[in-house]
């Protein structure tokens, strides 16, 4: 069934904040499917909006949904900041929050990805020298065989010629 594009905005905005409805409430208002519902809040997620749909506290937003407020708020300064807040029925310092969040989780997949690149250096480096000993065992063992087997022949030979 194709639905107008101003029901199905006036629907989306209901699952925004602050009004945040939840879906089987909206489901049971208008008679829409809830599967169809799902794919309109996934679609306003992927339009760069936080759609939470029925979850009034906003610690139980999924991280998505957070994360989505974060980036809508980067570039805002202190008072749009309070203005964006007061319409999405936040408090500013839950976003500063998030937001520092963000950092640090990213922060430390940094720190870890760079911790994890200097130890597969350090092992690179003792494979190649366990390398490089390796070669240089195997090149005198087969030196030390080679001349084994020289003295066996000179051995041979000489047992030939009569002298011992």
Known sequence: MAYSKELKDSIIQKMLPPINQSLKDIQSETGIS??????????????????????????????KDKFLIVVEAASMNESELSE?????????????????????????????????????????????????ELQRKESALAETAALLVLKGKMNAIWEDLGVE
């Open 34 to 63: 809830i599967d169809t519902l799902k794919k309109w809040q996934q679609s306003a997620r992927r339009g760069g909006f936080a759609a939470p749909a029925g979850q009034t506290s906003s610690e139980r937003w999924s991280t």
């Open 84 to 132: 964006y807040c007061r319409k999405k029925g936040l408090y500013v310092e839950q976003v500063k929050a998030w937001q520092d969040n963000c950092m640090q989780a990213n922060g430390g997949v940094a720190e870890e990805l760079s911790l994890s690149q200097k130890r597969e250096r350090e092992k690179d480096k003792v494979l190649k020298k366990l390398q490089k």
